[in-house]
């Protein structure tokens, strides 16, 4: 089993940053790959980034290309995002994932370990 504890969320201003942790713990050699996530009221979790664990590869989707990056500290277990430039559209609660095998691809589905979010809130 793998846990996972999301940090660093907030409210901000349009245009400001912030930066999420994400530290996992458990089993952490179950983790082939890290992303995250986010979601809407009433909407399926959408994923912006991802990052292969061994490697550093990263993805993202073109909505968050460009003002977000993903990164981690294999030391420390922790993956962050930081989020740039953002946008009154950018509020939502943010999860982070973890992938044991796979494609690293940015499926909610295809994601094995999630923790409980951060709520991000983006004010005009």
């Known amino acids: 089993q793998v846990q996972l504890v999301e940090s660093g969320g907030g409210s901000v201003q349009a245009g400001g940053s912030l930066r999420l942790s994400c530290a996992a713990s458990g089993y952490t050699y179950s983790r082939n790959c890290m992303g995250w996530f986010r979601q809407f009221p009433g909407k399926e979790r959408e994923g912006l980034a991802a990052?292969?664990?061994?490697?550093?590869?990263?993805y993202y989707a073109d909505s968050v290309k460009g003002r977000f990056t993903i990164s981690q500290d294999n030391a420390k277990n922790t993956v962050y995002l930081q989020m740039n430039s953002l946008k009154p559209e950018d509020t939502a609660m943010y999860y982070c994932?973890?992938?044991?095998?796979?494609?690293?691809?940015?499926?909610?589905?295809?994601?094995?370990?999630w923790g409980q979010g951060t709520q991000v809130t983006v004010s005009s």
């Open positions: 990052i292969y664990t061994s490697g550093g590869n990263t």
């Open positions: 994932a973890a992938e044991r095998y796979g494609g690293c691809l940015l499926i909610e589905n295809a994601y094995n370990y």
